[in-house]
């Protein structure tokens, strides 16, 4: 019974992560707001779109804390999705 859940379980958690990078391959190319966080994690500087979704930019201390428009680019390898900026 224990190891019905556990393999249940991991599935789940597959299948969360499988449609959660399909999801950020789908709005590859588009442009969204970002809200940049204040935060700085091996060089970057994240934020989250509208709907959620984490993106990842090289660190720029001016950037914490605004709204910026970016296009997205592709997934990173560590689940955000790289931007580049369009309003500088």
């Not at 556990?6 to 950020?24: G, I, P, T, V």
């Not at 934020?47 to 979704?53: E, K, R």
Request: proline fraction near 1%.
């Amino acid at each position: 019974k224990w190891a019905d859940r556990e393999r249940r379980s991991k599935r789940l958690l597959e299948l969360s992560a499988l449609k959660r990078n399909e999801f950020y391959r789908l709005n590859e190319g588009k442009t969204a707001e970002v809200l940049f966080e204040h935060s700085r994690r091996e060089g970057m500087i994240e934020g989250f779109t509208g709907n959620y979704l984490r993106v990842q930019y090289p660190w720029r201390n001016e950037l914490a804390g605004r709204i910026k428009k970016v296009v997205l680019k592709d997934l990173a390898g560590n689940g955000n999705i790289n931007v580049e900026l369009t309003d500088d």
